[in-house]
């Protein structure tokens, strides 16, 4: 007797996340998932499992059952604002205003306050927009940001509880002071949820440097002045392990997130996390920097989970990633990974060449829109691993 059940490879993901999880090496644990999964992690393909017999097919549904749990897969365990409402999905951007301006801060209609005293000037914001479907590299030029990259500082943290409050208040200050002085990030959200505006959003911050990404149109590169910046009070942490993030900061980073995406209609797909984003020209590695690399909290911000989407810098322009980076995502970023490869496989064959051949264009053509270009104004760009 056989079941004739079919499964949707989709569905496997909690088994295959399991297996992987107890294989120690970071290169081998890709290699089992690009096999595990075919190169079909978003498809619509189906196991069959026609030749199993019931008890083994019966233990196989129960183990691939859903896990109830009051948060998102992709939770810091709090409670969604507005959880009692009906959920606002990743692509709906909400209308936001601004209710008051005071001196020192906004109030905006989603409850966001905006602390605006210490507000800094910095490059006027233009930038160069490349077409995907276009490999001559003309660009277009444009002044309103495309997206949001999400930071974490780096800097020096006390224990978050009451009898820490003057040390956390020093720290906080000190910590908004330096990124003033470096122009660093447009937003700083500290641990007690104040949102600091640092550099205007109409200027450029010194955030993401050499950066790669790219939506369902066009390409951006050295994310700076396309891309806001917005960085949380806190430190990476690698792998599985999340950084410790506060549940104002959560709040507050939805709160922020929605103005924005609000004021300049960015899509869900270009809000991302400097880990995703960050390369290094010299070796055409990507995840130079690595913060928020496989755990940012995106369903609790309204967001889509877009470490599933396929790394830009791997099929637009042929970057590769060494171990190191793999050991750092987690499981999650490595779904993006092997997208990216599968796809630039794909391209490869489309174009009738070796896959190595077609990496060498795309990364030529990279090093000609940088040259173009020129150094990104983030030269001050702060490495993840200093304390500031």
């Known amino acids: 007797m056989s079941l004739g059940v079919k499964i949707p490879i989709r569905a496997l993901f909690p088994l295959i996340e399991w297996r992987a999880r107890r294989i120690a090496d970071p290169v081998e ?25 019931p008890a083994a097919a019966f233990l196989l ?7 109830h ?28 205003w ?28 233009s930038y160069r927009l490349y077409d995907l479907r276009r490999r001559e590299d003309t660009g277009i030029d444009r002044s309103t940001p495309a997206g949001i990259v999400y930071h974490t500082t780096e800097s020096q943290l006390a224990p978050f509880q009451a009898d820490q409050n003057r040390t956390l208040k020093q720290f906080g200050e000190a910590l908004v002071g330096y990124v003033r002085r470096n122009r660093s990030y447009h937003y700083v959200i500290d641990r007690f949820g104040r949102v600091w505006r640092v550099v205007a959003e109409s200027d450029a911050a ?9 939506d369902s149109e066009w390409l951006y590169v050295n994310l700076n002045r396309s891309f806001l910046g917005i960085s949380f009070e806190t430190q990476t942490r690698s792998g599985e392990h999340p950084a410790e993030i506060t549940p104002a900061q959560v709040v507050a980073a939805r709160l922020l997130t929605g103005m924005l995406r609000s004021r300049y209609r960015i899509p869900a797909r270009n809000c991302v996390t400097h880990a995703q984003v960050s390369v290094n020209p010299r070796n055409m590695r990507i995840g ?14 309204a967001l889509a989970d877009n470490y599933e989407q396929p790394a830009a810098a791997l099929w637009a322009f042929g970057f590769t990633y060494d171990p190191a980076y793999v050991n750092s995502t987690g499981l999650r970023l490595w779904h993006g990974l092997m997208l990216a490869e599968e796809q630039l496989r794909q391209e ?4 009738g060449v070796a896959v190595a051949q077609y990496r060498k264009t795309l990364q030529r053509r990279y090093q000609t829109i940088l040259a173009a270009l020129g150094k990104p104004d983030a030269g001050k760009e702060r490495d993840d691993h200093e304390a500031h």
């Open 98 to 125: 601004l209710v008051e301006k005071a001196r020192g801060q906004e109030v905006y209609s989603n409850g966001l306050r905006i602390e605006t005293g210490l507000a800094v000037s910095g490059e006027p914001r």
């Open 348 to 351: 490869a064959t489309s174009h």
């Open 69 to 96: 749990s009051n948060s998102g897969a992709n939770s810091v365990g709090i409670r969604r604002p507005g959880a009692e409402s009906p959920a606002q999905t990743p692509d709906q951007i909400l209308n936001v």
């Open 288 to 301: 130079y920097h690595t913060d928020w690399a496989g755990n940012f909290p995106y369903g609790d911000l």
């Open 61 to 67: 549904l129960l183990l691939l059952a859903p896990i």
């Open 206 to 214: 010194d955030h993401a440097g050499y950066s790669v990404w790219a």
């Open 29 to 53: 644990r890709l290699r089992y998932l690009r096999r595990a999964t075919g190169g079909e992690l978003l498809g619509s393909k189906a196991v069959s499992f026609r030749a199993w017999g």
